[in-house]
């Protein structure tokens, strides 16, 4: 610029008026080119812009019962010695556009404590979510991929997952049927954080 | 910073590819003629940026297309916009494309020594249909879905190859996943990149060359950059803001799923090859076959077009070549123009037809988005069994196919047209069943049966007038209301017609019509079995002819008599039952009244499904729908509702 302004004031005109349009130019074609892109990549953050719908707040599988519990099993089929019973939890999934009906989503750990009290754990072993499996030999609850261990009360015994098994809240009704509220939480994380 | 541009260009000489962009002279200086060719690559431009992220969210197969397009254009954050803009864009790139090449041919920038370049144009405008042709079809709806079966099915004609060609395209010998899958291929990776190949090529020839300049003397010389390219992204700033006011304003159309079965009688190419689809129409030129009229009359036109520069060798050959396309756009103009006035303006039987097939396709298009946000979403199937099995779309075409012939649906079909013969309106023959079952239905019965059935006048059954039968039977229904209805009908006896009423719809069970008010449907029933009126007196009573086991009991309320059983009166079963035998004993089987055939045999079971179901009202409506629909009903029945209502005191 300054190798430019020591130039005559004609050319000083005219260099004035070419700056202008490369101004514009750079403007107007930044606008054109930028506003696809940006309606764009609005569009691909879909998943994190929108609260998507989950099947389940109204007009849930069969054997819900409001604020997410489901029927699962009965009081009468966990064994009274306390043996952890594995149970799939099946209800309606949204996937994007479709809607299933009655889906396995999951499996939870049905338990009767000593006391009469049930429990219920979700399988999935928070260090990394594979399924963890019953020992009936030490009654633990091990993790095949990466031998994460609790106890039976959903308590560590080793030191490689991050946080106990994710305990979820159960109801049991008059007839002797077993609800559980069943959620998924974070893996990974020493906190437990809710999946959606 | 300038050690680092330095050092980079002593690596990769961007400098100097750069300079060559931006400072190509431009004799007679910049001017806005000269922009078409970049608003087109702009389009391009915007194609591929758009079409990449629709590519993240689509999903090529029959059952999922149409559905992952619904969901882009109704639930993902800006879907509707980025389809738009991809759906605008599209025709715009087509519309600039013509300008173009009109430009080309009338300042004769195809000839010598730019005859290659013009070539590679033609290339290139091919490549361009080819995508709009491709990308018709991948949103998987009726339009496209039939629209691109024309095009499969011309190619299908051609010559030797025809078949082999078309079996290629479509992936099969007819529409599948594969015609999906290939398509879409073709659409996002094989066609752009063979524009983006022709495009360089094109650029590179057009560069070497330099512009054709219309008038050297217009003005000094300017450059590419910056003079030209302001008006350029000015232009291109005017066909995006075209494109965006369209999306906005009308946005892309999704019309109801692909569904073989079901006829689109409202398919049109797209509105830039109305005019060969109006060519075809043409009897004269259907004589010569469709090959002549599809394959070799377009494609001597493309010839014409490549041999222009070669003809422009001659004197007047440039002349010639102007002139050719002058008739030729006109021609193109005129069908293109015909098209739209016959579809959208012309009073003809044809036309009107068009427009009223139109309107049925956005009202199957809105119906299946409602289903698709209702509670049961998009099936695994897809979306185009939500149709199928809809009661409210299909019941209303079995009615006018099956029983349109002698009811009526509140004066017309079921579908909303006039039952014609001989385009004159035809007397209907039985009762119209606009509101069948419902509580205006039973007054209508109890109080004015003659109007109900005044229409079996105009029948005959075994030689006799089905009326006579039916209307003049002192000892039937007939003669009962004619005694009985002025009874009915005193202002003391208000509270036993609405009992009467109210007893006999709940019979039926039908949700739509709930809740029933147990204290009326309580008074109905005792002047059912018992004839308790509140002024006159029944000569006979309902139970004297009509038995009846009442909803929810085991015991029949009286002992089978002469005439129909009314266990669910106009509810789901009782109807299916009447429609498959009506001459059943339980029917009209005591009598000679009946006059309508058996479906049983005739009807199949699904269709018979739909129809009743679409009869007592049992299909989803929307919360929103619902409540406009209940209260303009409630409007309209304003005088009967506050009836009621001193009824319940």
Known sequence: MNEQSQNKPAEEGVSRRNFITKFWSVVIGGIVSLTPIVVGLTFFLDPILRRRKVAGATGDAAGSQGEGFLKVSSEAALPADGTPVFQQIRKNVIDAWNTYIDQPVGSVYLRKTKEGAITAFNSECPHLGCTVSYQEANHQYKCPCHDSEFKLDGERTNEIPPRPMDELDVKVDESGNIWVKFQSYKIGVSEQIPKN | MKKLLDWLDDRTGYREVVNEALFESIPGGARWRY???????????????????????????????????????????????????????????????????????????????????????????????????????????????????????????????????????????????????????????????????FLGLHIAVFRRHGIHAKDPSHAPEGMFWPDQILKDAVACLAVLATVLLLSIYKGAELSAPADPSTPYDAARPEWYFLFLFRFLKFEFIDKFGLAFGAIYIPGALMLFLVLMPIVALWRFGHKLNVALTIVITAGILGLTGLAFYEDWFSESEASLKFRKDVAAAHHDAERVKELAEGPGGIP???????????????????????????????????TGELVLVEGKEAAATAADLGNFGSRQWVEDILVNYQEVFAPTRNSTKDGTNLGEIFLDDEYGMAGWVKEHKDILLMPENKQVLAGLKEFLVAQSGRADFAPYDEKLVAVGRDVFENGTLLKGEFSSNCLDCHDMKVRGEEEALGAPGTAPVLTGYA????????????????????????????????????????????????????????????????EESGESESGSETENE
């Open chain 2, 571 to 634: 509810g789901r079963d009782w109807l299916k039952s009447f429609i498959s035998n009506p001459a059943a004993e339980e029917h009209y089987g005591y009598g000679d009244k009946n006059a309508m055939p058996a479906f049983a045999d005739s009807l199949p079971e699904r269709e018979l499904e739909l129809l009743v179901r679409w009869m007592i009202g049992d299909y989803y409506v929307s919360e929103n729908k619902h409540q406009t629909d209940s209260e303009e009903a409630a």
């Open chain 2, 35 to 197: 922009v078409w060719g970049s608003t087109l690559v702009f389009t391009f431009f915007l194609q591929v940026i758009t079409g990449i992220f629709l590519w993240t969210a689509y999903a090529p197969s029959t059952q999922t297309a149409w559905e992952s397009v619904y969901y882009i254009q109704n639930q993902m954050t800006l879907g509707w916009l980025v389809r738009g803009i991809h759906h605008f864009a599209a025709q715009a790139m087509v519309v600039l494309l013509v300008i173009h090449l009109l430009q080309v041919i009338i300042d004769g920038a195809y000839k010598a020594p730019r005859e290659v370049n013009f070539w590679l144009g033609i290339v290139l405008m091919g490549i361009v249909l080819g995508l709009s042709l491709t990308g018709y079809l991948l949103p998987w709806d009726q339009k496209g879905y039939y629209a691109t079966k024309v095009a499969t099915n011309i190619m299908g004609v051609t010559p030797a190859v025809g078949t082999e060609v078309q079996q290629i395209v479509q992936g099969g010998s007819d529409y599948g996943h594969h015609t999906l899958t290939r398509f879409f291929a073709l659409h996002a990776g094989i066609l752009p990149g063979l524009l983006i190949a």
């Open chain 2, 380 to 414: 695994a199937t897809g979306a185009v069994s939500l149709l199928r099995n809809d009661p409210l779309t299909q019941g209303p075409k079995i009615f006018s196919k099956r029983c349109a012939s002698c009811h009526r649906y509140n004066g017309h079909d079921g």
